[in-house]
């Protein structure tokens, strides 16, 4: 607005408009919102935004922003510079500025008592030259004259047809600023069906304001634009995701003959209708929402792609009204189709290329095991064991802020029902973005401080901002932390939590044993690819129902030996004790700490029961000779801490229970997230349970083993 003001007060050529005039012109719409004298008798075809702005400054009525928001614009000039700016405090504050120009055409003010007022406000402020004085005078006289600027204007007569003043508006808007064939697409749609238009601007509208009426598209995760619904409609209707063949379509194209019908037009303005009441249908919307919210997604702040919701909202359209889904079904398949596309950024780039790829897949689909076997093809095609392993870790290697990896991690902790590092409090609670607190409730907190990243070297932004180097923490103990190193909050930490909890919470926030001793560039190497792990747990919850870590019911003592030894139970006679020679050796406390090694290296843990014989008979810790039993336990904590090593305590959990009326040590082992070696001697041995025994691996072996394990 302010250059093109200048532009005029100059003299410099500000472009034509172009009109028409049609037979009718029912339906069209005005400049402004109030009621006009007279029925409009030419339509705009260029130039609306030039009219638009000019109406607005010089009638001094406010304009409706992308957002939907009204506004004045105001415009402020400097006689005595002959400059305009857009008005802001400094203009507002100088006075040597008029700071807006809309009171110059202002029908209640008198012109003459505008330019006193003027003077007088400046003569206070700083002394003026009669020479000053006379050019300022002129320039606003100058000002004053825009009213009467002469613009060139051209006129489409009534001869001209729809399509003809269709085509010349995109020829026109084919150079300069470009407009891209939504905006063409909803340019015939004012011509033909501008109620549909009206109908897609009010959704919108109405999706970014709370409604205390009734119900409304408003909600928490997208408020979309109307080209973006737009492209929701016309992939609905005719599985097509490149406009520009939407735009020949509608225009009534056959495009194998290349020919135009008004007929065929009609016909094709009658499919996208039908597919824009469903895209609108608020049930819907909500309904569809749902799915988004089930793929992890809390947020509108998760969310890096609206392109990838959007071809989301597609495919839920397509199952629900045309396929016949339940709606249970559907919104996990849409879940799963979501997390999967957003997780990899599907649309980031080249979108249209890939909808449409997506979509002529689609095109002969008409049974829900059809569109199923789509969907799953293309996600399974992407979610391969390379890609967990190798493209994941990799995209992680990053410090954007808006990875599409990142959310999906972020995403994966909600779907695992994740609590927040060092709270009780679940990561899908504090992501709801529905309260609006001062400061808020999660934060991404650096593990590695970055005050502390300076004094080991590690200055730069992307050393320091790594997304493995981010956990999700409630911001007290952001706070608390500041700048202290891992290795000296983390005990003070720790002890919040039991065991088992501490044991979740690794595995939840991907931290490596004894990770807050690390060199930096190993843990961030290795909770890369432990971020992937977590994110492929939470993708495979997709594919069958499962429960949360660590939500396995765990079987009584009682059962364990009634199913007798297997690959995740063994039995032990006593820890220490030699019931042949009757003295304590070396070899009993050896074969109990293969075995624990073997279920931590194993996929499913397993229980070691001690205290019971090979057949299942309760033989009692009483055979140890320990005086008591906390003297039996701090033995085997002392043998796992020198010969295991302490980091691993987190997944062992030695307890005592009781059974046929004998005492017996219960040692439960989960599985380890880093491989497990037993001390003996100056070697380490590497041990694996196999069926129902404890068996070790050597050289090659152990190298396979752990690249498929770990």
Request: proline residues 3%; charged residues 25%; contains cysteine.
């Given at each position: 607005?302010?250059?093109?003001?200048?532009?005029?007060?100059?003299?410099?050529?500000?472009?034509?408009?172009?009109?028409?005039?049609?037979?009718?012109?029912?339906?069209?719409?005005?400049?402004?919102?109030?009621?006009?004298?007279?029925?409009?008798?030419?339509?705009?075809?260029?130039?609306?935004?030039?009219?638009?702005?000019?109406?607005?400054?010089?009638?001094?009525?406010?304009?409706?922003?992308?957002?939907?928001?009204?506004?004045?614009?105001?415009?402020?000039?400097?006689?005595?510079?002959?400059?305009?700016?857009?008005?802001?405090?400094?203009?507002?504050?100088?006075?040597?500025?008029?700071?807006?120009?809309?009171?110059?055409?202002?029908?209640?003010?008198?012109?003459?008592?505008?330019?006193?007022?003027?003077?007088?406000?400046?003569?206070?402020?700083?002394?003026?030259?009669?020479?000053?004085?006379?050019?300022?005078?002129?320039?606003?006289?100058?000002?004053?004259?825009?009213?009467?600027?002469?613009?060139?204007?051209?006129?489409?007569?009534?001869?001209?047809?729809?399509?003809?003043?269709?085509?010349?508006?995109?020829?026109?808007?084919?150079?300069?600023?470009?407009?891209?064939?939504?905006?063409?697409?909803?340019?015939?749609?004012?011509?033909?069906?501008?109620?549909?238009?009206?109908?897609?601007?009010?959704?919108?509208?109405?999706?970014?304001?709370?409604?205390?009426?009734?119900?409304?598209?408003?909600?928490?995760?997208?408020?979309?634009?109307?080209?973006?619904?737009?492209?929701?409609?016309?992939?609905?209707?005719?599985?097509?995701?490149?406009?520009?063949?939407?735009?020949?379509?509608?225009?009534?194209?056959?495009?194998?003959?290349?020919?135009?019908?008004?007929?065929?037009?009609?016909?094709?303005?009658?499919?996208?209708?039908?597919?824009?009441?469903?895209?609108?249908?608020?049930?819907?919307?909500?309904?569809?929402?749902?799915?988004?919210?089930?793929?992890?997604?809390?947020?509108?702040?998760?969310?890096?792609?609206?392109?990838?919701?959007?071809?989301?909202?597609?495919?839920?359209?397509?199952?629900?009204?045309?396929?016949?889904?339940?709606e249970p079904e559907l919104r996990k398949?849409?879940?799963?189709?979501?997390?999967?596309?957003?997780?990899?950024?599907?649309?980031?780039?080249?979108?249209?290329?890939?909808?449409?790829?997506?979509?002529?897949?689609?095109?002969?689909?008409?049974?829900?095991?059809?569109?199923?076997?789509?969907?799953?093809?293309?996600?399974?095609?992407?979610?391969?064991?390379?890609?967990?392993?190798?493209?994941?870790?990799?995209e992680l290697a990053t410090s954007s802020a808006r990875s599409p990896s990142m959310f999906s991690y972020f995403a994966s902790l909600t779907l695992l029902e994740a609590n927040v590092l060092f709270s009780d409090q679940k990561v899908a609670e504090l992501l709801d973005s529905s309260t609006n607190e001062p400061r808020s409730p999660i934060e991404r907190h650096h593990l590695f401080p970055r005050a502390y990243l300076e004094t080991i070297g590690k200055t730069s932004t992307t050393q320091k901002n790594q997304i493995a180097n981010y956990a999700l923490v409630e911001w007290g103990d952001n706070s608390k932390i500041s700048d202290s190193t891992p290795s000296d909050y983390m005990p003070i930490f720790e002890n919040r939590l039991n065991k088992k909890d501490l044991e979740r919470m690794f595995y939840w926030h991907a931290l490596p044993d004894g990770w807050s001793n690390m060199d930096y560039d190993t843990f961030l190497r290795q909770r890369r690819e432990m971020i992937a792990k977590v994110v492929q747990d939470a993708y495979s919850r997709f594919e069958a129902d499962s429960s949360p870590e660590g939500g396995e019911e765990k079987k009584d003592i009682a059962a364990l030996i009634k199913e007798g030894e297997n690959g995740v139970t063994e039995f032990k006679s006593t820890l220490r004790r030699n019931l042949h020679t009757g003295e304590n050796d070396v070899k009993m406390e050896n074969s109990v700490l293969k075995t624990i090694v073997g279920f931590l290296n194993s996929k499913g843990g397993g229980n070691l029961l001690v205290g019971v014989t090979d057949d299942g008979d309760a033989l009692g810790v009483e055979a140890d000779s320990f005086s008591n039993e906390d003297k039996m336990y701090l033995h085997l904590n002392n043998l796992i801490k020198d010969r295991i090593g302490a980091k691993h305590m987190l997944y062992i959990q030695p307890h005592f229970d009781e059974h046929d009326e004998k005492r017996v040590l219960v040692v439960d082992c989960q599985p380890s997230r880093s491989p497990v070696y037993l001390k003996e001697g100056n070697e380490e041995r590497f041990y694996i349970r196999s069926i129902a025994a404890t068996v070790e691996l050597k050289g090659g072996q152990v190298q396979d083993y752990i690249s498929q394990r770990f």
């Open positions: 607005m302010r250059n093109l003001f200048d532009s005029m007060y100059r003299g410099f050529p500000v472009g034509f408009f172009l009109f028409w005039e049609p037979s009718i012109v029912d339906g069209a719409r005005a400049i402004g919102t109030d009621g006009k004298q007279k029925t409009p008798r030419l339509l705009v075809v260029d130039g609306q935004q030039r009219l638009t702005s000019l109406y607005a400054v010089m009638t001094g009525t406010p304009v409706i922003r992308e957002g939907y928001d009204a506004e004045q614009i105001e415009i402020s000039f400097n006689p005595l510079q002959e400059k305009f700016e857009v008005a802001d405090a400094t203009t507002r504050n100088n006075p040597q500025f008029l700071s807006n120009i809309s009171i110059i055409w202002d029908s209640e003010r008198e012109f003459d008592d505008i330019k006193d007022e003027y003077f007088a406000s400046l003569s206070g402020k700083q002394e003026l030259s009669d020479d000053a004085r006379k050019r300022a005078r002129s320039a606003l006289n100058r000002l004053e004259k825009l009213s009467s600027y002469p613009f060139t204007a051209l006129e489409l007569t009534a001869s001209v047809n729809e399509e003809q003043v269709s085509e010349v508006f995109v020829r026109i808007n084919s150079e300069g600023k470009k407009l891209n064939q939504a905006d063409f697409i909803l340019t015939l749609m004012s011509v033909f069906w501008d109620e549909g238009r009206a109908e897609l601007e009010k959704f919108c509208r109405d999706a970014r304001l709370p409604s205390t009426s009734g119900a409304s598209p408003y909600n928490q995760l997208m408020q979309p634009d109307p080209d973006q619904l737009l492209r929701v409609c016309v992939g609905l209707a005719f599985r097509r995701a490149r406009l520009q063949y939407v735009y020949s379509i509608l225009r009534g194209k056959d495009l194998e003959t290349e020919e135009f019908s008004d007929e065929r037009r009609d016909q094709q303005f009658a499919q996208l209708k039908h597919a824009q009441s469903r895209v609108l249908n608020l049930q819907y919307w909500h309904d569809f929402l749902k799915s988004i919210r089930l793929a992890g997604y809390k947020s509108h702040k998760m969310i890096s792609s609206q392109t990838a919701v959007l071809f989301a909202y597609i495919l839920y359209l397509l199952g629900r009204t045309e396929l016949g889904f339940d398949l849409i879940a799963k189709w979501f997390f999967v596309t957003a997780m990899t950024g599907r649309f980031t780039s080249s979108p249209e290329s890939k909808m449409e790829a997506d979509l002529a897949k689609l095109r002969e689909v008409d049974t829900q095991e059809q569109f199923r076997d789509v969907l799953d093809q293309i996600c399974n095609a992407i979610t391969t064991n390379d890609y967990w392993q190798i493209t994941l870790p990799t």
